[in-house]
Structure formats: C-alpha cells, structure tokens
C-alpha cells in the first residue's frame, strides 16, 4: 500500500503542516529557502511528489516553469485549486521513479521534504531518473531529515498520530531516524553517508550539507561524458 496515496492525502496531508510546531515551520521555511536561492528565473523546474501543492506557489513564483508530479490524484486535485490562478504550472500524475520525459529536460529536479524515502520506491532508480532527466549543468535537489531534527520530527509526528491522520506510533520499533506506527505507517531518512552511497555510481558533482541544523541537502550537477577521441 502506498500510504501516502491512499490514507495520507489532499486535505489530510495539507493538515500535517497546519499542525507542524513553530520548530518544524521553521525547518520547512529553511528547506524551501534554499531551494529557491538554487532556482533562476529562466529556469524549467520538475518538482517530484508535489504533493497537495504546498510549496508550488513560490516554486512557480522564482522559476519560468515548473512541472509538479505526484501519485496521487486527489493531491493533484487539491493541488490544482491551490495553482489555478499561475500560469506557469503545470501537474501531472507520475511515479517519480518512473518518469516520462525526455532525457536532459529540465534545468532543475527537486525533491524535498525527505521524499527519497517517502515515496517507498528504489532509491537508486529515483536518483537515476532524476540524472537523466537534469540538463547537463543543471541541479538536482534531494533533502532528507538532519539526526540533530529527531526530537522535534518525532513530536511533529505524534502530533499527527494525535490528530488521527497516521496510525499509533509503536515506540519500541520507532529510533535511529525511523517512525513506525502500528497501522503499517512508516518513516526513515537518509543520513549523508548514505546519500554517499547512493550517488556513488553515478557521474554527479556532489555537494551534502545541512540546512538550519533540520535538514540534509545532496546537491547533485550531472557530469557532461567526454567526447570519444578518434583512434
């Protein structure tokens, strides 16, 4: 089951964030923060699991494109109201690991808000779409949850088991990074020596840094292979 497209989704995921603590607003704000200071104005940007369209409007706002993917349709269907009145925005319904576009599209992929695990797909195939899709030159945004954040994503998510929108926290299974609920409801991360690990078959420059002290950033820019020398 994809939890976050048949029990977390549209207005259920839009209140996730009406509940988040003032700590983790904060987090969110700085995440979003500095993917737009990596966006230009002339810049056609795929967003990977736009969800219920929570940072489209900004997106939209710094870029000259931008192109939300999401499984789920009623997040679409949310999403679509929220983007009705901007002209540069563009949804469409996509396994982010399983992309439709040519290769060498846009001039930025992002993914945030911890998708790489959220979506439960290959992580390896996830990256490897997003590769292949990039320009040359262009960058390609993944964020995971910092381990300093723990304390404040855990009540973050209590908050949301509180509220019924996921299931009982099991507490003897939730640590190291992971959340786990007793309704099938899971959660990890992906610390920077994975992100490591993950990259490292890939021809990227790489940068993993964090942000706010909440976030992990892996900032990827795709290498241009060398031209074959005549023999």
């Known amino acids: 089951m994809d939890y976050y497209s048949e029990k977390l989704s549209a207005e259920k995921l839009k209140h996730c964030y009406e509940i988040a603590p003032q700590r983790v607003k904060q987090y969110l704000e700085a995440e979003l923060n500095n993917v737009l200071q990596k966006i230009k104005p002339g810049d056609l940007v795929l967003d ?20 939300g993917i999401d499984i789920s349709l009623s997040n679409l269907v949310l999403a679509q109201k929220i983007t009705e009145h901007l002209f540069n925005c563009l949804l469409i319904q996509m396994d982010a690991s399983n992309l439709y576009f040519p290769d060498r599209t846009f001039d930025a992929v992002i993914c945030i808000q911890n998708g790489i695990s959220a979506f439960h797909v290959d992580k390896n195939q996830l990256i490897k779409e997003s590769i292949r899709v990039i320009k040359y030159g262009g960058t390609i945004l993944f ?4 381990e300093k954040f723990w304390k404040h994503r855990l009540e ?3 908050l949301q088991s509180d509220a019924g929108l996921i299931g009982e926290i099991d507490f003897e299974k939730t640590k190291d990074g992971n ?6 409801f899971t959660a990890s991360t992906v610390t920077p020596e994975q992100f490591y690990v993950l990259i490292s078959p890939f021809s990227v420059n790489t940068k993993i840094y964090e942000v706010d002290e909440s976030c992990v950033f892996c900032e990827m820019v795709p290498l241009k292979p060398e031209p074959e020398k005549n023999k």
């Open 48 to 67: 990977l699991g736009c969800g219920y369209g929570r940072t489209l409007p900004q997106l939209a706002d710094k870029a000259k494109w931008i192109v």
């Open 143 to 146: 964020s995971s949850y910092a």
């Open 156 to 158: 973050w998510f209590q």
């Open 179 to 184: 959340i786990v609920c007793k309704d099938g």
